[in-house]
């Protein structure tokens, strides 16, 4: 892998008491392309604009997949990933639904560690405190065929980040529109998946809501993810979360917590839920608990809900799943505990 190192770091001039999520990127970035059937020149460069013609692929059939993730730093200041390999299977999906060539998962994994290794001054220490990792792929070919593209670039840029949402947040339960069809590609890290939300999300914020749970698109029933998380309703003292379906993107997240929530001896039910059940368990007093689950917010308690123009509150409760949960994932994610499950993975430049 070559590396050319930036000659005027930004991070001695960055503000991280004031950071905007997703504004501020650290000083290099990884890049690998891909033409005639494999990825080649693998580098590590100065994060800079890239050119690309106006007939690039990605520009008009959106031929884009992208990852999250996120690097944490102990208090003895090593770095760590939290279950790289997911993120790279899970890439391997979305390219695969997109008709995009799979990546070696040498490629993923060494580019993580040594552009992490380059830029770990940016991870600071402290719960809350971590870099953003963005890997992506997208169609570079030069060509408005409306075919896929022969060329592509893999990229990672890495974003220092605090907390994302602060406090609980309000969702609304999607009645019209859909995020994701059955045999459509809503269990894909599509790019396409995402710029389809935003109009409705502005919706329902101009009402007042965060972020909207998704339904199934045939009924408006069953409660799917809510924006970039997958979510979990606790009935009386059972946690309950959707099926990954082909609707629903199979978050890291969601399948952490449900491990550690088995583990910790709460009963963990993994079916379809839908909203009629959890109005009629928010009017016998049993909904206790909401929450969306995702690497932006780890978990993130939602407050109330609102459907067919009614609000649900939800009341707060003392020792919630939420908040239990969370706390055992991010003394994972932080090197604060031991690891029984083997998630956590040390950031290194040789290692891989
Ligand atoms: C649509 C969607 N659902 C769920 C998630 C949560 O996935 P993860 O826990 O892997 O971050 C995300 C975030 O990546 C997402 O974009």
């Not at 200041?77 to 391997?92: A, S």
Request: hydrophobic share 35%; with cysteine.
């Amino acid at each position: 892998m070559r590396i050319e190192k930036t000659s005027t770091s930004r991070l001695e001039s960055t503000d991280f008491n004031n950071l905007k999520f997703g504004e501020i990127f650290t000083d290099h970035m990884f890049v690998c392309d891909y033409e005639d059937g494999k990825w080649d020149d693998p580098r590590i460069i100065p994060y800079k604009p890239i050119e690309i013609e106006p007939s690039a692929n990605v520009l008009h059939y959106g031929q884009a997949v992208f990852e999250g993730m996120k690097a944490y730093k102990d208090d003895l200041g090593k770095v760590w990933l939290f279950r790289p390999t997911e993120n790279y299977k899970r890439i391997t999906i979305s390219s695969e639904r997109l008709a995009m060539p799979e990546l070696g998962e040498n490629i993923f994994l060494s580019a993580l560690n040594e552009l992490l290794t380059l830029d770990k001054g940016w991870v600071k220490p402290g719960i809350g405190n971590s870099v953003y990792i963005r890997p992506f792929i997208f169609g570079s070919e030069h060509c408005i065929a409306a075919a896929p593209s022969n060329k592509y670039k893999f990229m990672i840029i890495l974003s220092p980040v605090q907390s994302y949402y602060t406090g609980s947040i309000k969702v609304l339960v999607a009645e019209k529109y859909s995020r994701a069809a059955s045999g459509g590609v809503g269990y894909a890290k599509a790019a396409g998946n995402y710029g389809s939300q935003f109009y409705p999300t502005s919706l329902a914020q101009r009402q007042g809501y965060d972020q909207i749970i998704w339904t199934d698109s045939k009924n408006h029933k069953l409660l799917e993810e809510a924006g970039t998380m997958n979510i979990f309703f606790r009935i009386d003292n059972t946690l309950i979360t959707a099926p990954t379906t082909d609707t629903i993107l199979d978050g890291i997240t969601r399948k952490s917590i449900i491990k550690i929530a088995e583990d910790n001896n709460i009963n963990v039910e993994v079916r379809h839920i839908s909203i009629d059940e959890v109005i009629e368990a928010h009017s016998k007093g049993i909904l206790n608990e909401i929450f969306g689950s995702g690497t932006a917010v780890l978990v993130s308690e939602i407050s109330s809900f609102g459907y067919k123009g009614k609000n649900y509150n939800l009341k707060k409760i003392e020792n919630s799943y939420a908040a239990t949960l969370k706390s055992i994932i991010t003394k994972i994610q932080y090197n604060l505990t031991p690891d029984p499950y083997g998630w956590r993975s040390e950031v290194s430049a040789i290692k891989v």
